[in-house]
């Protein structure tokens, strides 16, 4: 073998074998998390999983910090649609297609949030009151919240021809965090929507990023950019919360409920939520709904709700690190701040009562009022 063959063989094989593992990685995980392909097996399956994917990231983490760079940003791997922002590790084109121009049915029920605003937990609470307090996501039964809920605008998950119809209503739960613009409507379906503090949105979105990237995931700084911008994965808080709003106001078929009104009184939305669907229930089946959605319940049984197959940089945090109504209160007043003077730009002229709901952020000093 002459020099110039090894010169050109030697570069060939120490750029070409890293970026061969890194897309075969992704490739056999891709094959193994699309649609139910982990979250329609048993329980120990989707446990041994876990183990060979943290095998797998230990060697690919070095070759992707290289790629990555110094300070990854957010939409490093992103999928774009019109003017909104996607994460390619959920979504696609054709998956995006499908939703947006999804006809919704009569037996449709969406639970629709911005990103870290309380998605599972209500769609926990919808699945508990359709099955009256007798869902089971053991392997006998439903096996796992994204076999049973389609995630409308993602190919991870139970297709949505393929969920199942759940309670005597036969109703199909439906997630989906597209913004209102894009969100496929009909006065005969059902819309649950939720919203969250914004400071607490940001915070829990830095903490899902620490969750799943661990030390390849943007600094605080980049994290707090993105947030305060039309670059935000569905959206910036105050269009997508504004746009539901809207549609709240003006259609009878969607129920507006925040986060801090779930923590302060969860009884009280379970009712609202069985009210809305037209669910009739026993003081017992109530008091089942309420302890199987329970902040205590939901992270001893936390394997049933994770919302993502593992990913080969997850550090293993737990996807309820707190439960926290006040969250934002870890942030510094200068984020806290940024966060606020945002908001407000981007809500000025709209008609969504910020002082009403978070009036810290609209500066305004009022105690909230009852919730409409």
């Not at 300070?71 to 696609?92: I, M």
């Not at 106001?249 to 923590?263: A, G, H, P, R, T």
């Amino acid at each position: 073998m002459n020099s110039v063959m090894i010169w050109i063989l030697i570069p060939t094989l120490l750029f070409g074998l890293p970026l061969l593992l890194v897309f075969g990685s992704f490739a056999w995980h891709n094959s193994q998390t699309k649609g139910l392909a982990y979250f329609g097996r048993p329980k120990v399956q989707r446990e041994r999983f876990h183990h060979q994917v943290q095998v797998i990231g230990r060697l690919l983490r070095p070759i992707i910090r290289l790629m990555a760079g110094r300070n990854p940003d957010p939409n490093q791997f992103t999928v774009k649609r019109g003017e909104w922002y996607f994460p390619a590790n959920a979504c696609s084109k054709a998956s995006l297609d499908f939703a947006c121009n999804y006809e919704p049915q009569a037996n449709d029920v969406f639970v629709v949030t911005p990103m870290k605003c309380g998605t599972t937990w209500m769609q926990q609470i919808v699945y508990e009151t359709l099955m009256k307090g007798e869902g089971d996501f053991s392997d006998s039964g439903h096996r796992h919240l994204f076999a049973t809920s389609p995630w409308l605008e993602s190919f991870n998950g139970v297709p949505l021809a393929e969920a199942p119809l759940l309670g005597s209503q036969q109703l199909r739960l439906i997630k989906s965090h597209l913004p209102a613009a894009a969100c496929p409507f009909s006065e005969s379906a059902k819309y649950i929507y939720v919203m969250r503090h914004p400071g607490s949105c940001f915070a829990s979105s830095v903490d899902f990023f620490r969750a799943n990237a661990g030390d390849l995931s943007p600094t605080p700084e980049t994290m707090l950019d993105w947030f305060c911008s039309d670059r935000m994965w569905w959206g910036s808080w105050p269009k997508h919360v504004g746009g539901f709003y809207e549609r709240h106001q003006k259609y009878s078929n969607v129920l507006f409920i925040s986060f801090e009104d779930m923590k302060a009184d969860l009884p009280g939305v379970i009712e609202r939520v069985a009210e809305f669907l037209n669910v009739d229930l026993t003081e017992p089946q109530y008091l089942a709904i309420q302890r199987k959605s329970s902040f205590s319940y939901m992270k001893e049984h936390e394997e049933q709700f994770e919302m993502l197959a593992p990913g080969f940089f997850a550090t293993g945090d737990s996807f309820f690190p707190s439960g926290s109504a006040n969250r934002f209160d870890a942030l510094s007043p200068q984020v806290q701040t940024r966060i606020s003077e945002y908001v407000r730009a981007e809500l000025q002229g709209d008609d969504f009562p910020l002082a009403d709901f978070y009036p810290d952020v609209a500066e305004v000093s009022q105690s909230k009022p009852q919730q409409r």
